[in-house]
């Protein structure tokens, strides 16, 4: 069974610290997603990184895809309140798609003023 | 455009009783999964349809769920009979074909406690 572990659990910061979410697996996969999901609603898809070594950014945050497609970490800096939420990875194994996801344990990220 | 809407959001059954979930993907869509989170765990994967076809169920935890998804546009997973282990909250989502890395977009998620 693959898995992927996320590191820390929960994470409880102040508005303008930076932090970073950690996502390690055994196995490797063909794509990484990072999700964050709300209370009450669905994950949303914040980024898909496919090549080792991989780094996207998206304003504030960071993402990077491992050399060997094994592990990932996302890296917010000045977090917001408005960051708060569940974050999720996702790895998809079936080269050139993500349809068959196997999610992270899941990193609860609270910001306060 | 609508997202992927699920129905009903919330479902409290009894043990032994049976529940239909539905779910109606973004017009369009050929690709639609079902996952679910049990309690404490993380989200898994149940099945993969493409447009009426089940391209994946390798998920499904057992003979006592059915998904089916006629006419290729909303789908249905169906629990019959519901044990206790079935709560959890099971998510829908749908995406394009595009040849590609997929974007999912999911539905809201219905959550379902069998007392």
């Known amino acids: 069974t693959q898995l992927l572990e996320q590191s820390p659990q929960f994470l409880s910061i102040q508005e303008g610290e930076n932090l970073t979410v950690y996502c390690n697996s055994s196995?490797?996969?063909?794509?990484l997603q990072w999700y964050r999901q709300e209370p009450g609603e669905g994950p949303v898809l914040l980024v898909t990184?496919?090549?080792?070594?991989e780094v996207k950014k998206l304003k504030r945050l960071t993402f990077q895809f491992g050399d060997a497609r094994k592990d990932s970490s996302l890296h917010i800096t000045a977090a917001q309140t408005g960051d708060t939420g569940l974050y999720l990875c996702a790895g998809g194994k079936e080269t050139g798609t993500a349809s068959k996801l196997t999610f992270g344990t899941g990193t609860r990220l609270q910001v306060t003023l | 455009e609508a997202g992927v809407t699920q129905f009903p959001s919330h479902s409290v059954i009894e043990k032994g009783q049976t529940v239909t979930l539905r779910c109606d993907p973004i017009s369009g869509h050929d690709n639609l999964y079902w996952y679910r989170r049990v309690m404490g765990k993380e989200i898994k994967f149940l099945l993969h349809f493409v447009k009426e076809s089940k391209q994946d169920e390798s998920g499904m935890p057992n003979n006592r769920f059915l998904a089916e998804r006629t006419g290729g546009t909303y789908s249905t997973l169906k629990v019959q009979p519901a044990e206790l282990e079935d709560s959890g909250v099971y998510f829908c989502?749908?995406?394009?074909?595009?040849?590609?890395?997929?974007?999912?977009?999911f539905g809201s998620g219905t959550q379902l406690s069998v007392l």
């Open positions: 989502a749908s995406s394009q074909d595009l040849g590609g890395m997929q974007k999912l977009f």
């Open positions: 196995s490797v996969f063909s794509s």
């Open positions: 990184v496919v090549t080792g070594g």
